[in-house]
């Protein structure tokens, strides 16, 4: 079946820093990639998605790649703010049935002034 | 901007107690989804609802959960007797379409629900 992993949080880091969470997935055949955010009392939102191989999703400054050599689908972002912190959850549908999401436990990211 | 509301934002419940979840979707979607998170865990697939039926359910959602859209704008979940283990936050979603690539699940701030 479809699974999605993500690397454990908190990750805690300085505003300006440079963001990273790792997002590796298993599904069978051409699966589209999602990265969804939670700010505190809110729903989960959608941050960027890749529906196939080597698509490139942005948005807000923050950038995903589907490799599907690596099965990965990486969050980068080069600078972060404050206003970043928040979970983020990483997510795959497969290209048959309804779409349901398959997500990762989430990461939660602490950015500090 | 359109939103996913639900309510209540937090429910307590007694164990073998029923409780019903009330989600309003985004008015022109025609998917309807329900999942949970329990604490510290995966956030879980349960069920989508099209055309006024179940399309896709997940093994979690077994007989003691239905979901009903009453009326042109609520998506109900219920669970008919709770048991400890289904104290979780559910997230309601919604979208316009299901296919590949144009399903975007647009989600409520999710019902926080202990049950005691």
């Known amino acids: 079946g479809n699974s999605v992993t993500q690397m454990e949080g908190p990750v805690t880091l300085s505003e300006e820093a440079f963001l990273t969470i790792n997002c590796t997935y298993t599904?069978?055949?051409?699966?589209?990639l999602f990265w969804y955010v939670q700010y505190p009392g809110e729903g989960l939102q959608l941050l960027l998605k890749a529906t196939k191989a080597d698509d490139k999703g942005s948005n807000k400054g923050f950038e995903a790649t589907y490799r599907k050599e690596t099965t990965s689908f990486h969050l980068e972002k080069g600078s972060v703010q404050v206003s970043d912190s928040a979970v983020y959850f990483c997510a795959l549908t497969s290209n048959s049935g309804y779409s349901t999401l398959t997500f990762g436990k989430g990461t939660m990211l602490l950015v500090s002034p | 901007e359109p939103e996913v509301t639900q309510t209540p934002s937090h429910q307590v419940t007694q164990m073998g107690q029923e409780v019903i979840l009330r989600c309003v979707p985004i008015s022109n979607h025609l998917y309807f989804y329900w999942y949970r998170q329990i604490l510290g865990q995966k956030v879980e697939f349960l069920v989508s609802?099209?055309?006024?039926?179940?399309?896709?359910k997940s093994e979690i959602f077994d007989d003691q959960f239905s979901v009903e859209r009453p009326d042109g704008s609520n998506f109900t979940l219920k669970i008919r007797s709770t048991k400890l283990e289904d104290s979780a936050m559910y997230f309601c979603?919604?979208?316009?379409?299901?296919?590949?690539?144009?399903?975007?699940?647009?989600f409520g701030a999710g019902t926080r629900l202990s049950v005691l």
């Open positions: 609802f099209y055309n006024n039926e179940i399309s896709e």
């Open positions: 979603a919604s979208s316009e379409t299901s296919g590949r690539g144009k399903n975007i699940q647009y």
């Open positions: 599904a069978t055949g051409y699966p589209s």
